[in-house]
């Protein structure tokens, strides 16, 4: 896991080097291990190391091979390259290191752009054709690994992070008013391509896109889960499901165990992260590494849930760490951790994740994480509700469970400045019911979950994940997120995953792994209390940073909408149970965070 950026000229001059170079650096703590620099013909290329298989300076990127005319930036891990390297041996390609990114050239020479669909895993990279100037953009199926772009006549730049690209300068930050919109409406999710600023762009998931020398460009999705009964499946009954989901789920959990430094796992004490640790336990891993972490309690809310991570790392052995952070180390973090967003993300636990990661990095380089279930198998309050409802009244009864605020609430709280020029256009409603309407789910809740698993949880839970880890240098692995292990669980009757209050079938088959305490406890979240509820020097961080030149001046607020905000901060909540105060103020935070970031 690393970080990439890049540099295309499409009019005949030369790849701006101080820009790669500037992106590079600014990606140092996705990659703290090494660093590289590469320029041929019209593209640039620049990488930071983490490094997790083939520690040696062969496995280093840039990497190039003359012999085939290629070089690749890569950021990642491909579980199956060892069985794609045999493979590649056989055709006669000859190797220089153990490197999976070695992996992904041969068998782009070998397949073509075709290679990723061979490729299992989680990835972003960048191939050049060292003679033609062609360069091909990839990403993995579920948007795991970020890759944004900026493209202005005559050239484009890629990185593995929004923070690079405006510190290469020369960026458009005016507000993108659609992703404003979907910010306050799509449970502040912001779809591909659309980022907060009009200058910047991130290549959705699954896609491939090709460009050639003269700025031609090619976009291509190559994946896409049918959330649809399966004939050959038609016959399977509960027990069946069961099996076969925890079979594949114990093949994902095995797969991302391939590495050359020790693996761990982030376990919060809920089913998903705990089945996680009874698969490898399972499989033989002994003194496993386990982490959980814990916050001081506030406003009657617990800050940890150890009581059941602790059954857990008991019950199967773990080498486990209990990180406790107290409440005085809550209010510094909140700056670095909105720092280290590529994009606003409103969740309460990015601080959690970016203070766990800080402390877990100390020790261990790679983990594995529960993410991803939730939207794969059902497990969200929001579900239920859609059973039953006819096909056609999808996205509405969606929106009425899962968007933040309506049209009409978006508008009485953006100033005139920041809206749609046209008025009555409604992008996330517009998104949402061309998405859910589109062929391939049977039902509304498999439509529902098809956006969820395709679409929110790339740009919510996983890009948090990736985001707050990779702040640390720790390369986080999401075994629910296995594209077979997806492909599979899209096809399994909805009924039994709502059942027992969300993700039943995944439950049922637990059973016969963890101590019922944990599957059948209420659902948990990733408890933050201190920031979750806005008081003290939380409260007055929200509030001066409203308050600021730089909040008035940019006038992104209906001043009546804040000042209801503030005569209630902890009252006015989403539909969802979202801070509406928190949301508004972190918006700002971060576009200040960025203005501080941006090349003169």
Same mark, same amino acid.
């Given at each position: 896991?690393?970080?990439? *950026?890049?540099?295309?000229?499409?009019?005949?001059?030369?790849?701006?080097?101080?820009?790669?170079?500037?992106?590079?650096?600014?990606?140092?703590?996705?990659?703290?291990?090494?660093?590289?620099?590469?320029?041929?013909?019209?593209?640039?290329?620049?990488?930071?190391?983490?490094?997790?298989?083939?520690?040696?300076?062969?496995?280093?990127?840039?990497?190039?091979?003359?012999?085939?005319?290629?070089?690749?930036?890569?950021?990642?891990?491909?579980?199956?390259?060892?069985?794609?390297?045999?493979?590649?041996?056989?055709?006669?390609?000859?190797?220089?290191?153990?490197?999976?990114?070695?992996?992904?050239?041969?068998?782009?020479?070998?397949?073509?752009?075709? *290679?990723?669909?061979?490729?299992?895993?989680?990835?972003?990279?960048?191939?050049?054709?060292?003679?033609?100037?062609?360069?091909?953009?990839?990403?993995?199926?579920?948007?795991?690994?970020?890759?944004?772009?900026?493209?202005?006549?005559?050239?484009?730049?890629?990185?593995?992070?929004?923070?690079?690209?405006?510190?290469?300068?020369?960026?458009?930050?005016?507000?993108?008013?659609?992703?404003?919109?979907?910010?306050?409406?799509?449970?502040?999710?912001?779809?591909?391509?659309?980022?907060?600023?009009?200058?910047?762009?991130?290549?959705?998931?699954?896609?491939?896109?090709?460009?050639?020398?003269?700025?031609?460009?090619?976009?291509?999705?190559?994946?896409?889960?049918?959330?649809?009964?399966?004939?050959?499946?038609?016959?399977?009954?509960?027990?069946?499901?069961?099996?076969?989901?925890?079979?594949?789920?114990?093949?994902?959990?095995?797969?991302?165990?391939?590495?050359?430094?020790?693996?761990?796992?982030?376990?919060?004490?809920?089913?998903?992260?705990?089945?996680?640790?009874?698969?490898?336990?399972?499989?033989?891993?002994?003194?496993?590494?386990?982490?959980?972490?814990?916050?001081?309690?506030?406003?009657?809310?617990?800050?940890?849930?150890?009581?059941?991570?602790?059954?857990?790392?008991?019950?199967?052995?773990?080498?486990?760490?209990?990180?406790?952070?107290?409440?005085?180390?809550?209010?510094?973090?909140?700056?670095?951790?909105?720092?280290?967003?590529?994009?606003?993300?409103?969740?309460?636990? *990015?601080?959690?994740?970016?203070?766990?990661?800080?402390?877990?990095?100390?020790?261990?380089?790679?983990?594995?994480?529960?993410?991803?279930?939730?939207?794969?198998?059902?497990?969200?309050?929001?579900?239920?509700?859609?059973?039953?409802?006819?096909?056609?009244?999808?996205?509405?009864?969606?929106?009425?469970?899962?968007?933040?605020?309506?049209?009409?609430?978006?508008?009485?709280?953006?100033?005139?400045?920041?809206?749609?020029?046209?008025?009555?256009?409604?992008?996330?409603?517009?998104?949402?019911?061309?998405?859910?309407?589109?062929?391939?789910?049977?039902?509304?809740?498999?439509?529902?979950?098809?956006?969820?698993?395709?679409?929110?949880?790339?740009?919510?839970?996983?890009?948090?994940?990736?985001?707050?880890?990779?702040?640390?240098?720790?390369?986080?692995?999401?075994?629910?997120?296995?594209?077979?292990?997806?492909?599979?669980?899209?096809? *399994?009757?909805?009924?039994?995953?709502?059942?027992?209050?969300?993700?039943?079938?995944?439950?049922?088959?637990?059973?016969?792994?963890?101590?019922?305490?944990?599957?059948?406890?209420?659902?948990?979240?990733?408890?933050?209390?201190?920031?979750?509820?806005?008081?003290?020097?939380?409260?007055?961080?929200?509030?001066?940073?409203?308050?600021?030149?730089?909040?008035?001046?940019?006038?992104?607020?209906?001043?009546?909408?804040?000042?209801?905000?503030?005569?209630?901060?902890?009252?006015?909540?989403?539909?969802?149970?979202?801070?509406?105060?928190?949301?508004?103020?972190?918006?700002?935070?971060?576009?200040?965070?960025?203005?501080?970031?941006?090349?003169?």
């Amino acid at each position: 896991m690393c970080g990439v *950026c890049g540099e295309i000229r499409f009019d005949g001059s030369a790849p701006d080097v101080s820009s790669v170079d500037a992106m590079t650096a600014a990606m140092t703590r996705r990659g703290p291990d090494a660093s590289g620099v590469y320029m041929k013909g019209n593209v640039a290329l620049g990488h930071r190391r983490l490094k997790i298989i083939d520690l040696s300076e062969r496995g280093g990127q840039p990497m190039v091979d003359p012999e085939l005319g290629l070089a690749l930036v890569f950021n990642g891990c491909i579980y199956n390259y060892q069985e794609l390297r045999h493979e590649l041996e056989g055709k006669g390609y000859r190797f220089f290191s153990h490197a999976d990114s070695e992996v992904i050239l041969k068998a782009f020479h070998a397949w073509g752009a075709d *290679c990723v669909d061979r490729l299992i895993g989680m990835f972003a990279f960048a191939v050049v054709d060292t003679d033609s100037g062609t360069v091909t953009l990839a990403r993995d199926r579920l948007g795991i690994k970020p890759l944004y772009l900026a493209e202005t006549p005559g050239r484009l730049r890629f990185a593995s992070s929004l923070q690079a690209l405006l510190r290469a300068g020369d960026v458009d930050t005016s507000i993108d008013r659609v992703a404003l919109h979907h910010y306050f409406s799509f449970h502040a999710v912001v779809p591909a391509p659309h980022t907060m600023y009009n200058g910047i762009r991130k290549l959705p998931p699954a896609t491939v896109r090709t460009i050639t020398r003269d700025g031609r460009s090619t976009e291509r999705r190559y994946w896409e889960p049918v959330f649809a009964p399966h004939a050959d499946r038609a016959d399977w009954d509960e027990k069946r499901w069961q099996h076969e989901l925890m079979d594949s789920l114990r093949t994902s959990v095995r797969r991302r165990m391939v590495a050359d430094v020790p693996v761990g796992v982030l376990l919060s004490g809920g089913i998903d992260s705990s089945l996680v640790v009874a698969l490898l336990a399972e499989q033989g891993q002994t003194d496993l590494a386990t982490f959980s972490i814990g916050f001081d309690s506030a406003a009657g809310e617990s800050g940890d849930e150890y009581a059941y991570s602790d059954l857990i790392a008991d019950t199967f052995g773990t080498d486990h760490h209990k990180i406790h952070i107290g409440t005085d180390r809550l209010l510094p973090a909140v700056g670095d951790t909105i720092a280290a967003m590529s994009e606003p993300m409103v969740s309460h636990d *990015c601080v959690a994740f970016y203070l766990l990661s800080e402390e877990v990095s100390k020790s261990i380089k790679v983990v594995q994480s529960g993410q991803g279930a939730d939207e794969i198998l059902g497990g969200y309050s929001w579900y239920p509700p859609l059973a039953g409802i006819a096909r056609p009244e999808t996205t509405k009864a969606y929106r009425e469970v899962f968007f933040d605020r309506s049209h009409e609430e978006i508008a009485a709280i953006l100033a005139d400045d920041y809206l749609l020029e046209e008025r009555d256009f409604d992008p996330s409603w517009e998104f949402a019911l061309a998405h859910q309407s589109a062929p391939g789910a049977h039902t509304s809740v498999d439509a529902a979950l098809r956006l969820d698993t395709t679409v929110m949880l790339v740009d919510d839970p996983v890009k948090r994940v990736d985001t707050m880890t990779m702040a640390w240098g720790l390369e986080a692995r999401v075994p629910f997120l296995d594209h077979e292990f997806v492909e599979l669980a899209a096809t *399994c009757p909805p009924d039994l995953k709502l059942a027992h209050g969300g993700k039943g079938v995944l439950k049922e088959a637990s059973r016969a792994l963890l101590p019922s305490a944990v599957i059948d406890r209420t659902k948990g979240y990733f408890p933050v209390p201190g920031i979750r509820h806005l008081e003290g020097e939380v409260f007055d961080l929200v509030a001066d940073v409203l308050k600021t030149r730089s909040a008035t001046g940019r006038g992104l607020y209906r001043p009546a909408a804040l000042d209801r905000l503030f005569a209630d901060p902890n009252g006015i909540r989403t539909r969802l149970d979202g801070n509406e105060l928190w949301q508004v103020a972190m918006l700002e935070m971060w576009l200040q965070t960025m203005e501080g970031l941006t090349a003169p």
